[in-house]
């Protein structure tokens, strides 16, 4: 390894010790990236730090006038006007009417809710908080387990990042250069295996431990009806997204548009029947809340760009897919290793900012063992084109990454339920969440040994 290599492990070290230091992600990310870049010009003259530095001009505005990355403030914006106009109570109350008739019904509905949000909010964190201030308080009246209910929410949180519409899928597409559409495609069937897991998962918890939940008590008719008529419209604005960008019916921005539009027109209207819905104060606070969030995206998108640039410059990635090349390890095991290594750094980053850091650096490593870009699937590695390599791999690392916010000792999901109890001791939510986690490692081998299930529906909507 030479010197430009061992500059550039230099600065993922320096980058891991100020993540652990708490330091701001973006901020880390500029502090490795200019104090790398001026580091590797001293170590090689030919590397002029004046150049690097006139780029910051006009970098920023390049990095984010990207049409694609529109996207992002338009889908935050809907998961706040959700939250704001009482969809995501509406979900689960409708969700609730439908199956809490059954043992374990309530939590269900808190996992199907949790997708559903997540639809829409495209953040696992914010749906896991959303939903939590929800469920939560009713699954206690009911006497629900303090396992099984704060593990269903932390578990159910993790929904967020991968059913579409998903900014993370949005800004792997963006890195790896992928169609937004067949990620979000390809994302449906894992995405609905989660909750098919999840939800039967408890079933089975519910009936082998009858201690976890109570005997079923299903809503009074006429509270049932009226949480199944409020059902109605957020089950079609969700399910219009999915099938909508599901089945390329529209593009990615005009999908997030009118879905603000629904959001927005939802919670107005709900205001105006139940006075529980979009007020002026919701609306001026959401606008605000997405502008931050969107702003704090773009600026670790910009952080990770010059990170990105440093490690370039150092030649790292390549260098990590030629070792990786010669060293004679079989793809399938480097793969596994590379999920691995995703699940502990999900443990610790933000799934955003880890997708922007990660993910520049192992997609050469896939692409060069799967034989390069130009590779037919005969002679491939992994027995795929590097198109779907692309689109399989991005999948797998929002899995893992979902994995990495339920696993112990620091699961981010799991901070997020307990900021909602502050008494519920830390060890009850993880001994809640290892049965989910134990369902998650399941669907990622079934992923890992069965790529159709990932290749299977974008391959036959794009025939």
């Known amino acids: 390894m030479g010197e430009r290599e061992l500059i550039g492990l230099a600065g993922v070290i ?6 652990a230091l708490r330091v701001p992600v973006a901020l880390g990310m500029l502090i490795v990236g200019i104090g790398g870049s001026y580091a590797l010009s001293l170590a090689a003259p030919f590397l002029r730090f004046e150049p690097y530095l006139l780029q910051f001009k006009t970098l920023f505005f390049s990095t984010v006038a990207n049409y ?6 338009l889908f ?86 991968l059913i579409p519409p998903s900014v993370a899928l949005v800004l792997y597409a963006v890195i790896v250069d992928a169609s937004i ?22 079933a089975f918890l519910v009936r082998a431990f009858p201690h976890l939940a109570p005997e079923a008590r299903p809503m009074p008719r006429d509270e049932a009806n009226a949480a199944l008529r409020r059902l109605i419209p957020a089950a079609a604005i969700f399910l219009a ?24 027109c939802y919670g107005l209207v709900r205001h105006r029947l139940t006075g529980e819905g979009l007020t002026r104060k919701g609306i001026r606070d959401s606008v605000l809340s997405a502008a931050v969030t969107a702003g704090m995206i773009y600026f670790i998108i910009f952080g990770a760009e010059i990170l990105k640039g440093f ?11 030629e070792m990786a090349g010669a060293s004679g390890i079989d793809p399938w095991l480097i793969l596994v290793l590379v999920l691995v290594v995703l699940i502990i750094l999900g443990c610790v980053m933000e799934s955003l900012s880890m997708i922007l850091v990660v993910v520049p650096f192992f997609w050469p490593v896939m692409l060069g063992l799967n034989g390069g870009p130009d590779v037919l699937a005969a002679d491939a590695a992994f ?26 000792p620091i699961g981010l999901n799991v901070f997020a339920i307990k900021s909602l109890t502050p008494m519920t001791p830390m060890t009850t939510i993880f001994r809640g969440v290892m049965p989910f986690f134990g369902v998650e490692l399941l669907r990622v081998a079934l992923l890992l040994a069965i790529p159709a299930l990932t290749l299977a529906l974008p391959y036959w909507l794009g025939r």
Not at 14 to 19: D, E, H, N, Q, R
Not at 185 to 198: E, H, I, M, R, S
Not at 242 to 254: E, K, N, V, Y
Not at 311 to 321: D, E, I, Q, V, Y
């Open 14 to 19: 320096v980058f891991i010790l100020l993540t």
């Open 68 to 73: 694609e990355l529109s996207v992002v403030p």
């Open 76 to 161: 935050i914006l809907m998961g706040y006007l959700a939250a704001a106009g009482q969809l995501s109570r509406d979900l689960f109350q409708g969700l609730n009417a439908l199956i809490g008739h059954i043992r374990g019904g309530l939590a269900m509905a808190a996992v199907a809710a949790c997708a559903g949000f997540g639809a829409v909010s495209g953040s696992s964190l914010a749906t896991a908080s959303a939903m939590g201030k929800i469920a939560l308080p009713q699954l206690r009246t009911l006497k629900y387990s303090e396992d099984l209910a704060t593990g269903a929410l932390a578990a159910g949180g993790t929904l967020g990042i």
């Open 181 to 202: 559409i067949e990620m979000f495609q390809a994302a449906v069937v894992p995405g609905v295996l989660a909750v098919t897991f999840f939800i039967a998962l408890i």
């Open 241 to 264: 997204m999915i099938a909508g960008l599901g089945l390329g019916l529209f593009t990615p921005t005009p999908a997030a548009a009118i879905g603000v539009f629904a959001v927005f």
């Open 311 to 321: 490690f370039a410059r150092t030649g790292l990635p390549a260098g990590l897919s």
């Open 383 to 408: 027995g795929m084109t590097s198109d779907e390599l692309r689109i399989w791999f991005g999948i797998l690392c929002l899995v893992v990454v979902e994995l990495g916010l339920i696993t112990p």
